[in-house]
């Protein structure tokens, strides 16, 4: 078993998760991954294990591997600690970034803005998660980075409903993100921490809505009934 094919295993399967092509929650049979992956049972596990280690997977005894869920427990924890873990990563990169570390920023913002060009979701999605990975990296901060990395999990699992506008005010929101990506990088690369906390809470505010329509639809398309109505219907 070649370390590519591990490698391989393991980079798509956190993709399909993030991209929710695997569902929240939802089971994974080693059976059927090891036959799709060409990997045998032992390599497979050990990819399991590192995506656990990740937070992508949870493994339980005698139960096998889940994608990691999104319940209503984990959402609500996400929105209230969010911009905590954004704003103070984004201060700590405006004053740790290195020259290299912005050129892989530019880069993530240049693929981003290839997907959005080209109306690609998923594209878009993982491109942004790249995109504050990398400003996650820039912290140089282990404890951060850690939380930073959970988080973007679901931020990105999340994130599929805002790169999928349903309106034209939504694709307006979408520049206006792609907008504030050049501006952050612009504070960061100045080293104005204070510039660049703001810029990244105004950026969670701008997606924050969109994200809460994925846990909180719109209702059903049914005729609402008064009561008064009722008592009079035969």
């Not at 949870?58 to 704003?87: C, H, W």
């Not at 970034?97 to 803005?113: D, G, I, P, Y």
């Not at 998923?122 to 912290?139: K, Q």
Request: proline residues 4%; aromatic residues 6%.
């Amino acid at each position: 078993m070649s370390q590519s094919s591990k490698e391989e295993c393991f980079e798509d399967l956190k993709r399909r998760v993030l991209t929710t092509e695997l569902a929240p929650g939802s089971d994974l049979d080693e059976a059927r991954l090891s036959e799709s992956y060409g990997i045998s049972r032992t390599p497979l596990r050990e990819v399991l294990q590192r995506l656990a280690g990740e937070g992508v997977v949870r493994i339980e005894a005698n139960r096998g591997a889940k994608v990691a869920s999104m319940n209503v427990s984990d959402m609500r924890t996400f929105f209230q600690t969010a911009p905590l873990i954004y704003a103070n990563i984004a201060r700590l990169a405006a004053e740790n970034r290195t020259s290299k570390q912005l050129v892989e920023l530019k880069n993530a913002q240049r693929s981003f803005l290839e997907a959005i060009s080209s109306e690609d979701a998923t594209g878009a999605a993982l491109s942004n998660h790249a995109f504050h990975d990398t400003i996650g990296n820039m912290a140089h901060n282990p404890y951060l980075s850690a939380c930073l990395d959970r988080l973007l999990i679901d931020h990105t699992r999340l994130g599929q409903t805002f790169y999928r506008p349903a309106a034209p005010s939504e694709k307006v929101l979408i520049l206006k993100a792609a907008e504030q990506h050049d501006a952050m990088i612009s504070a960061i690369e100045a080293r104005e921490a204070a510039l660049a906390i703001d810029l990244t809470l105004q950026h969670w505010d701008l997606s924050r809505d969109r994200m809460e329509r994925f846990v909180r639809p719109d209702p059903l398309p049914v005729e609402v009934i008064s009561l008064e109505d009722r008592r009079d219907a035969v």
